[in-house]
Structure formats: C-alpha cells, structure tokens
C-alpha cells in the first residue's frame, strides 16, 4: 500500500490536469459557436471586422489581455457596449457596439477567452465571476473607450 501511493498520487495529478484542458476545450467551443451566433456579423469570422462597420479584433487585445485594468476593459465593451472613435491596426475608427449584457457571465467568459485565444494567441482565460462583478456597475458607452485609451496608453498601444 505505501509503494503504490506514489502511484496513486501520479493518478490523481494527471486527472486534474487533463481535467482542467478538457474544460479549457469545452470553453472554446462554445466560446466559438456563441461567436458565431453573436458577434460575426460584424466582427467577421476572421475576426478581421468590417470597415466602417467593426474594428478587428484580431491582434487587438493581446497585451491588453496582460493588464488587469485591461481585462476589465475587454469584460466592460461586452456588458456595457463602447462608442465613439477609436484608433485600431487599420487606422481610424468610429463606430457603436451594442451591449451583448443579454448573453450570461459564462456566455461572455466563453466569448472572450475564445477571441484572446483565437484571435489574439493568447493564454489569458476571462472568467464568469469578472462578468458578474460588472453587471452591477455598467459604464456608459463613452466611458469604455476612454477606459480603452488608460489601457493602451499603459501598453504603448496595440
Ligand atoms: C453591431 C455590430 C457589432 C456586434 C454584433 C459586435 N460588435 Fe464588437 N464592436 C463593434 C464596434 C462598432 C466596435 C468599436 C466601437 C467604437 O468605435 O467605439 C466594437 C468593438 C469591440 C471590441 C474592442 C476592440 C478594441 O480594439 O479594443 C471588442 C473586444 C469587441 N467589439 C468584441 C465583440 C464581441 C466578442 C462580440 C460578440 C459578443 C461583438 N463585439 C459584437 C461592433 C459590433
């Protein structure tokens, strides 16, 4: 008995760990299916966007990501929306997105963790709770995208 509890502990190590990717796994399929669903129209399936219509996405958000304030910023544009014109990788942009706060937390952690991952090569992971703790506090659409501007003037841009 004493000789296998190694054993037994490698076990117990090694279902925690394919525990937590299988998870990981599920997330972002989902995380991809409610893209699908929710945010390609505009934002395109490539995560390229529209001119004129939607920023991309793709390569936006990566350092973003690293920052705390920063991913409050990325939960903020899905529960409170953000308009007025902002600068992205492809210039000048002025545009609206609605408030996707219909969606639940785990909806919203699994969309954005799909489009760091995706769209961003990221490893950061939103979780439900960041989405919970801002529904009570939205912040008017303006007000994103100045929080966009503190972001990114920390990160030296995109
Ligand atoms: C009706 C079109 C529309 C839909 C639907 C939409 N967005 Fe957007 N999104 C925009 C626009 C427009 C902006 C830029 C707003 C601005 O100019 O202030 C934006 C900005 C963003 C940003 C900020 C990008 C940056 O560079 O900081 C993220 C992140 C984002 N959207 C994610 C999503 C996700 C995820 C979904 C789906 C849940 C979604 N959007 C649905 C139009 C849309």
Redesign the pocket.
Same mark, same amino acid.
Do not use: E, K, S, Y
């Given at each position: 008995m004493i000789r296998m509890f190694p054993f037994i502990r490698f076990l117990l190590i090694a279902a925690a760990l394919s525990g937590a990717s299988v998870y990981a796994q599920r997330a972002n399929a989902a995380g991809a299916d409610l893209?699908a669903r929710?945010?390609v129209?505009?934002?395109q399936a490539d995560g390229e966007g529209i001119p004129g @219509?939607?920023?991309p @996405?793709v390569g936006? @958000?990566k350092k973003?990501a690293e920052l705390d304030q920063g991913r409050t910023y990325?939960a903020h544009?899905?529960i409170s929306g953000?308009? %007025?014109?902002?600068k992205?990788r492809g210039g000048k942009?002025? %545009?609206?997105?609605?408030s996707?706060a219909a @969606?639940s937390d785990h909806e919203l952690a699994a969309?954005?963790s799909y489009?760091l991952t995706t769209f961003n090569a990221s490893p950061v992971v939103l979780q439900p709770e960041g989405f919970a703790a801002l529904r009570s506090k939205p912040l008017p659409p303006a007000e994103v995208?100045k929080l966009?501007e503190q972001v990114l003037a920390q990160v030296g841009g995109?």
């Open positions: 893209f929710h945010c129209a505009c934002h @219509l939607a920023p @996405l936006a @958000l973003v990325i544009v899905l953000m308009a %007025g014109t902002i992205t942009f002025t %545009g609206a997105m609605p996707q @969606l969309i954005a489009v995208r966009r995109q």
